[in-house]
């Protein structure tokens, strides 16, 4: 029994260390945010060049419930970030219809008011590396480089975790 985990342990190990390379290849800190141009789920064309100078939350969602959770916490991000030079952005990033993400936002617990993206033909899914990684959250800075990023939810990036990473923005610019 013994060896028998351990030979599994042995062929896992490959396995995993791909994935975290793979993954690690799609994590942009320290890069330029690639600009995209969508249509809001209200029908207003919404680019992320309009928010040059502020620092952006973007969001890369599917539909899908750890996506319910980090929208909402989003949410609240933008509710604590109102007052501040911080734009909150939402993206459908795997080409669902209107009608599917304007179904899926009407179950979340809050009502979202950030702009939420839908994105057909999957750009951002490919420029940001969504794919099999989602939710996933970027912090861009005031001149447009990705600072931070995570994957998943919970603890990893919660409303208290991103608005930390939004602050220490706003303290210092974009010196990180």
């Given at each position: 029994?013994?060896?028998?985990?351990?030979?599994l342990?042995?062929?896992?190990?490959?396995?995993?260390?791909?994935?975290?390379?793979?993954?690690?290849?799609?994590?942009?800190?320290?890069?330029?945010?690639?600009?995209?141009?969508?249509?809001?789920?209200?029908?207003?064309?919404v680019?992320?060049?309009?928010?040059?100078?502020?620092?952006?939350?973007?969001?890369?969602?599917?539909?899908?419930?750890?996506?319910?959770?980090?929208?909402?916490?989003?949410?609240?991000?933008?509710?604590?970030m109102?007052?501040?030079?911080?734009?909150?952005?939402g993206?459908?990033?795997?080409?669902?219809?209107?009608?599917?993400v304007?179904?899926?936002?009407?179950?979340?617990?809050?009502?979202?008011?950030?702009?939420?993206?839908?994105?057909?033909?999957?750009?951002?899914?490919?420029?940001?590396?969504?794919?099999?990684?989602?939710?996933?959250?970027?912090?861009?800075?005031?001149?447009?480089?990705?600072?931070?990023?995570?994957?998943?939810?919970?603890?990893?990036?919660?409303?208290?975790?991103?608005?930390a990473?939004?602050?220490?923005?706003?303290?210092?610019?974009?010196?990180?």
């Amino acid at each position: 029994m013994k060896r028998a985990i351990l030979i599994l342990g042995a062929l896992l190990v490959p396995v995993l260390a791909t994935q975290l390379v793979l993954a690690a290849g799609l994590f942009k800190v320290g890069e330029k945010a690639p600009p995209f141009a969508l249509t809001a789920i209200t029908g207003e064309t919404v680019g992320l060049d309009r928010y040059k100078g502020k620092v952006v939350v973007l969001g890369l969602f599917h539909i899908c419930e750890p996506c319910l959770i980090q929208g909402s916490a989003l949410q609240k991000v933008s509710e604590m970030m109102k007052e501040k030079n911080v734009a909150v952005l939402g993206v459908n990033s795997s080409g669902d219809s209107k009608k599917s993400v304007g179904e899926f936002l009407s179950v979340f617990p809050v009502k979202v008011t950030y702009p939420y993206l839908l994105d057909p033909n999957k750009v951002t899914d490919k420029l940001y590396g969504g794919g099999k990684f989602i939710p996933n959250v970027y912090v861009i800075d005031q001149q447009g480089v990705i600072r931070w990023q995570r994957v998943g939810n919970m603890d990893l990036a919660g409303e208290e975790v991103i608005v930390a990473e939004v602050e220490k923005l706003l303290a210092g610019g974009s010196k990180m």
